[in-house]
């Protein structure tokens, strides 16, 4: 009787390494503009590989933050946070389409998104914003959002300064 709980772990556990080894082979995708792949998890390891976005990464490993990828028979480590399940373009999405919209649902959307905003105080900011209540530079905020960035200059700012300090 004792060993019965010890007996359904073992037996189970040929199925949880299963899979947790398919979770983990599963391809995932960069999904920054450029990830290194490291020889060890840390940013001052040596450079095994360089990936851009949209390269596919078979996931073997997971330390921490870090992931260790096999890419074109390479393995090294890239961090979780530059890697996703799904191509940076074929986002999957929970909305429907615009075939299969029905008018109840959008209602319904739109109400939870208000009531959301409401709790969490954006309501009230939307009217001191109408009413001209607020003292913040709002034309300076639309100003500064209405710059972009190009992939070109991304990469340009995150180049190392040479002699820099």
Known sequence: MKNRPLKYFFSLLPSLMLVSLTVQAA?????????????????????????????????????????????????????????????????????????????????????????????RGLAATARAEASGDIVANLEGVRYMESFSVSSQELEQFSQPLVGGR
């Open 27 to 119: 391809p995932q995708y960069i999904s920054s503009n450029k990830a290194k792949v490291l020889k060890e998890p840390n940013f001052q390891a040596d450079l095994v590989a360089e990936l851009v976005k949209g390269d596919q990464v078979n996931v073997l490993d997971q330390q921490g933050v870090w992931l260790n990828v096999s890419v074109e028979k390479k393995t090294g480590w890239v961090s979780k946070f530059l890697v996703r399940e799904t191509p940076p373009n074929d986002r999957v999405t929970v909305l429907p389409g615009d075939d299969q919209t029905e008018l109840k649902d959008v209602r319904r959307r739109a109400s939870a998104i208000t009531t959301a905003a409401a709790a």
